[in-house]
């Protein structure tokens, strides 16, 4: 049986720092709201990241699948 590896408990600085790792760049940012990017040669990602102090597991999940990533990627880019 393979084990998924655990959604760690992130906060929106933390997750933007782990993004811009991955690539992404800031683009702007509204109040509380964070807007990144990355362009690359196949596909243009974007995303919203929220700057509070532990994003949800719905809205982490919601992140990752916007930046094409994977909950090993940020376990990866965490460390």
Known sequence: MLLMPK???VSGKQLISI???AGFIEV???GSHVS???VSSDNDYRTIVPIHKEISKGTLLD???QTG????DLIKLLK
């Open 7 to 9: 959604l760690p408990v």
């Open 69 to 72: 990533l994977s909950k090993d």
């Open 63 to 65: 992140i990752l699948h």
């Open 36 to 38: 990144l990017q990355k």
């Open 19 to 21: 993004l811009k790792k």
């Open 28 to 30: 702007r940012q509204r």
